[in-house]
Every structure is written in C-alpha cells, then in structure tokens.
C-alpha cells in the first residue's frame, strides 16, 4: 500500500523548503565549532539524498525499498541529536569509524595470509596504530528527546535491514486455498506505511530543527513553521484512518 498522497506531497514542499536554506553555500572560515557545524551540515545533506531516494521508490511503490530508506532518514536524525546534545559526539564517531575499519582490516589479513610484504606491512601498521579499545557507536542506545524515533527505528532495522524472520516472512502469503505463495515485491500493509511516513516526516523536522541550532549562520527557515502544522494535522488525520478502518475490520470479522 503505497503512502497516502498528502503525505508525498508534504515530502516535496519539505524538499522545497530546504533549498532556501542553501546549506551548500554556509560559510564556516571564522566560525565557532567549525568541525561540528561541517559534520552537521553533512549529516543534514545525507539526510535529504535519502529523502530524495525514498520519494523516487515511493512513486515507484517499492514499499519495503521505501521503508529501508525511512530508516536511514531517521539514522541521520538521530545522529544530529547526539552533534548538538553530546560534546563527546564527533571524538565516538571517528572511534566507531576506527573500530570498523580495524575489524576489517584484521580479518581480511587473517582471510589472506599471502599477501604481498608490502601491502601486509600496510595493514599490520594500520591495526597497532587504531587502539584496540575503540567502540563502536550503537545508535539504538540513544536516549532521544523523541523516543518514536528510537523505537521505530530498531523496528525498522529488523524489519528492512537486516535478514530476519520478520523481514522474510513479507516475501510468502497465504492464497485463498491455504497454500503458501511466494511473493519477490512484498505488499506492506496501511498501517506500517502510514507510521513509516509519518516518523521520517518526524525526522525530517527534527533534523531541521538541529541544524538550524547547531549552525546559526542558516539565517532563513522558511517554511517550516507551516511545515511542522501541517504535520501535526496529517498525524492526527492517519490516526483516525487506521482508528475507522480497525473498527470496519472488527466489525467484518463479527459478521463473519
């Protein structure tokens, strides 16, 4: 079931929105916290490619593809959170970035015991250089000011990143004949793409709201009050969708 058409089109006055906030030409030379401000400003620039990707496999009805990519919109959400809240942010990510790149490179030198000296040399160096103790950054443990963030995004990642029971169970329906057919574009159901949409819309306006906080020198945000309204009013208008359509299912199933 494909998003409901108010919401695509509150995705493309969003994506219009942003261009007057023309964050490709922010100046940070003499600027505080430049090294925040630019990961801030990349950040919020990953963000809106997703954006763009999730509306062009919306238009397609890739819905299980557009609910991967609701997922990464909330990723960068959540990680603008922790630029503007956790002074420590910028220091976990490198060291997220070198725990991953050492587990790499240690077990692909275990996988290829000929490699040339050099190149072995290369390798060895990089793995005693990176401090072992390096953490990885789990995002799911961050406390975020919006806790439907978190959760949906955990519910997400099992649900479209990662191989899971849950992930492949979508690809296999029941026919009318009790036989169990398998499907290659599975159909997600209205509930789950209504909160899909309405949570990376969500990230969406809380991505915004970091960056306009983090970065000062973005002096026009308009339209994102009207925005923020509009969102509110197609939430509460979704609830009462599922809400009727819930009570018209209970009511065929007494029938029944």
Known sequence: MPIRPAWRKWFADFAEATDYL????VSLEFSDNADVKSVVLALYARL????????????AKRDIAFRSTCRSVIECSLHLEMAESDPTYLKRLKEDDDASRRSRAIRFRAKNPNLAKESDKTLSDFIKKV????KKLQLSEHDSVLPRLTHVYRELSADT???????IDRHLMLDRNNVNRLRIEPKVDTEDMEDAASV???????ATRVLLSVVPEIKSAKGFHILQRRYVSLFRQG????KKAATSSDEQAKDK
């Open 161 to 167: 990143l990662h191989v899971s029971l849950t992930s």
């Open 48 to 59: 809106l490619s997703e954006l763009i990707t999730g509306l062009l496999l919306a238009d």
């Open 131 to 134: 401090p072992a103790k390096s």
């Open 239 to 242: 609830l009462r969708k599922l």
């Open 200 to 206: 990376m819309a969500l990230a969406l306006l809380n």
């Open 22 to 25: 023309q964050i490709t030409k």
